[in-house]
Nanobody, 120 residues
Framework: QVQLVESGGGLVQPGGSLRLSCAPS????????MDWYRQAPGKQRELVAE???????TYADSVKGRFTISRDNAKNTVYLQMNSLKPEDTAVYYC??????????????WGQGTQVTVSS
């Protein structure tokens, strides 16, 4: 079964940068919108950034000007460039995408999550 596979998390100092990547583990028919969510300990999962098939982006207010979401449609990959990281960005980051394995409706898929820790 196809899964979304994330990479790029880790430990970084405040003010540092990380880039997350996410792509399906196998062949797919098409991809719709792609998003990054995050969940900090004791908090609800929140939308960080979204990118549509046409490239329109949306960001949470807390990350505007610091994070950039992008996608490479040829590689079926979505990225999250995170700059000027703050301790409050510490969370598990989840990739989400609407995928089709064949002609028909899109279905929701989630990655397994990747830990981002911002600490000195």
């Amino acid at each position: 079964q196809v899964q979304l596979v994330e990479s790029g998390g880790g430990l970084v100092q405040p003010g540092g940068s990380l880039r997350l990547s996410c792509a399906p583990s196998g062949s797919i028919f098409s991809i719709g919108s792609m998003d990054w969510y995050r969940q900090a300990p004791g908090k609800q999962r929140e939308l960080v950034a979204e990118i549509t098939t046409g490239g329109t982006t949306t960001y949470a207010d807390s990350v505007k000007g610091r994070f950039t979401i992008s996608r490479d449609n040829a590689k079926n990959t979505v990225y999250l460039q995170m700059n000027s990281l703050k301790p409050e960005d510490t969370a598990v980051y989840y990739c989400h995408a609407n995928l089709r394995m064949a002609p028909g409706p899109y279905r929701n898929y989630w990655g397994q999550g990747t830990q981002v820790t911002v600490s000195s």
